[in-house]
């Protein structure tokens, strides 16, 4: 009985420290959700079935039929890409200069394999620029600094996304 008593006292601390990381982890999802629902976030990240009603139908379409009603611009990136954390900031600071004009999605392509390779992603950071009428474009890369890569992005959404 002793040792039972022992062994629960050893157990106790890990199992409270286990649950409060999962607390913490919902609690973490929870706060991601809510500022994405205020508004205050302008980048929308998209998996699978988000990017089939919002940008493509690519399982029930042989052709390229966009969804959206305004022009987007789609990140797709991964955690662990350096140049893709560079790029990180710099969409979330385009996406608010054009809001109202274009909408900004990121798909990770780890989590979303099929759909970057249906996408044919081969490298990342990938762009794809999707106008309401036309055909999209695909860019790759970034600029030599942070204000090359500002740039690179609004000279192809004027060009790409709103004619000018």
Avoid at 58 to 74: E, F, R, T, V
Avoid at 95 to 114: F, L, N, P, S, W
Wanted: with cysteine; glycine share 6%.
């Amino acid at each position: 009985m002793k040792n039972l008593t022992f062994i629960l006292l050893l157990l106790v601390p890990f199992l409270i420290q286990a649950c409060q990381g999962t607390v913490a982890t919902e609690k973490d999802k929870q706060s991601e959700t809510m500022v994405s629902e205020k508004g205050g976030k302008a980048v929308v990240h998209l998996n699978a079935e988000e990017f089939r009603k919002k940008v493509v139908d690519y399982k029930n379409s042989q052709k390229w039929d966009y969804q959206g009603n305004k022009p987007c611009l789609i990140d797709f990136y991964a955690d662990w890409c350096a140049p893709c954390r560079i790029t990180s900031p710099i969409i979330e600071d385009i996406a608010k200069e054009y809001e109202g004009k274009i909408q900004v999605y990121k798909v990770d392509i780890e989590k979303e394999k099929e759909l970057a390779s249906v996408m044919g992603i081969r490298s990342i950071p990938s762009f794809l620029y999707c106008p309401v009428d036309g055909k999209p474009r695909m860019s790759s890369g970034i600029g030599q600094s942070k204000e090359d890569t500002r740039q690179m992005f609004k000279k192809n959404i004027e060009e790409f996304l709103l004619n000018n």
